[in-house]
């Protein structure tokens, strides 16, 4: 079974708008952590937020932040007030487990922000 | 955040050679590295996790033998792809986690990531 699930492919967005990129996982192990990452087209990945999961509020990082449910098992990015320079691979990815190391990634969602 | 690098960025090598890709993360000290494998249009594949001073351990399918792996440093891990073929080919990209809690919330930064195309 998948452990982390990006049901979106590719997302189109204007400039200037919110968008959504979900993300759904699955443990059963009480301690994870979430954590996204932007692949632009260079190849880079770039960290951009974490999340974990006995984190009370969701978090938030400049325009990012992260739509955290843990009892549906979602942590979807928000990216608000979109520019073009956001238009990349975004991978979602968890951490479970004390003392865990290996990150487990999803799909990925390819998002384009349109002018 | 914390910056690792990676080199060569391209490299280009012909059938039955071998390619080593270094990895280093420049302003912190990092026991585990790991090496992934990207396809064009997937997502990334984890090869296998180094650890400094000790020997490297693969995930399932990745033959030992063909992908060397050396984490001879706190903040050198190599990949060395030996004997390469086409199916080599690939985008290789390695990370570095940055120590804080030893939890699950520390942060793994990645490197730029490596091109290779064995012709």
């Known amino acids: 079974a998948q452990k982390i699930t990006q049901t979106q492919p590719g997302m189109f967005v204007q400039e200037k708008e919110a968008v959504t990129l979900d993300c759904t996982y699955d443990?059963?192990?009480?301690?994870?952590?979430l954590f996204w990452y932007k692949q632009p087209s260079s190849g880079e990945m770039i960290f951009l937020i974490y999340?974990?999961?006995?984190?009370?509020q969701n978090a938030t990082e400049g325009r990012y932040s992260l739509n955290f449910q843990k009892a549906r098992k979602s942590a979807n990015l928000v990216i608000s007030a979109s520019q073009l320079g956001d238009s990349a691979m975004y991978f979602c990815?968890?951490?479970?487990?004390?003392?865990?190391?290996?990150?487990?990634f999803g799909q990925g969602t390819r998002l384009t922000i349109n002018p | 955040g914390a910056v690792v690098s990676q080199h060569p960025s391209r490299v280009i090598c012909k059938s039955g050679t071998s390619v080593k890709i270094e990895c280093r993360s420049l302003?912190?000290?990092?026991?585990?590295m790991f090496w992934y494998r990207q396809f064009p249009k997937q997502s990334l594949m984890l090869m296998a996790t180094?650890?400094?001073?000790?020997?490297?351990?693969?995930e399932q399918g990745v033959e030992k033998d063909k992908f060397l792996i050396n984490h001879a440093s706190l903040t050198l891990s190599t990949l060395t792809v030996t004997s390469a073929h086409p199916e080599d080919s690939s985008f290789y990209i390695c990370?570095?986690?940055?120590?804080?809690?030893?939890?699950?919330?520390?942060?793994?930064?990645f490197g730029p990531g490596t091109r290779l195309t064995v012709l």
């Open positions: 302003d912190f000290q990092a026991t585990t």
């Open positions: 990815a968890m951490r479970e487990g004390v003392g865990a190391q290996k990150l487990v």
């Open positions: 999340q974990g999961s006995y984190d009370q």
């Open positions: 443990t059963s192990d009480p301690s994870y952590g």
């Open positions: 990370s570095a986690i940055l120590p804080r809690t030893g939890g699950a919330g520390d942060t793994q930064y």
């Open positions: 180094s650890n400094e001073g000790s020997k490297a351990t693969y």
